[in-house]
Nanobody
Framework: QVQLVESGGGLVQPGGSLRLSCAAS????????MSWYRQGPGNQRDLVAT???????NYADSVKGRFTISTDNAKNTVYLQMNSLKPEDTAVYYC????????????WGQGTQVTVSS
């Protein structure tokens, strides 16, 4: 079994910063990609950023230049550094990983709330 555990959410003022973390554990041979998604109230879950094991990254237009995704492959951990936060960034943030192992597939974390408000 594979588990993804997120941390680092919270309340921050507009213009502030937060760093999210997501650690994968369990029966893992390798991880092909790790991503962050977010879901605001009444909205669908949208891709924020993704990073492949080869180091390629992709960002939603709305976060380019403000958010940075990075990984620590030795720790099976993905980070999302969020700067210049805006109220519209308020959402539950989920990490996703494509894991290669005894049960290869896509796994999701439980989500962490990020609220940007003064």
């Amino acid at each position: 079994q594979v588990q993804l555990v997120e941390s680092g959410g919270g309340l921050v003022q507009p213009g502030g910063s937060l760093r999210l973390s997501c650690a994968a554990s369990g029966s893992i041979f390798s991880i092909s990609s790790m991503s962050w998604y977010r879901q605001g109230p009444g909205n669908q879950r949208d891709l924020v950023a993704t990073r492949t094991s080869g180091g390629s990254t992709n960002y939603a237009d709305s976060v380019k230049g403000r958010f940075t995704i990075s990984t620590d492959n030795a720790k099976n951990t993905v980070y999302l550094q969020m700067n210049s936060l805006k109220p519209e960034d308020t959402a539950v943030y989920y990490c996703r990983a494509f894991v290669v192992g005894p049960r290869t597939g896509t796994y999701w974390g439980q989500g962490t709330q990020v609220t940007v408000s003064s």
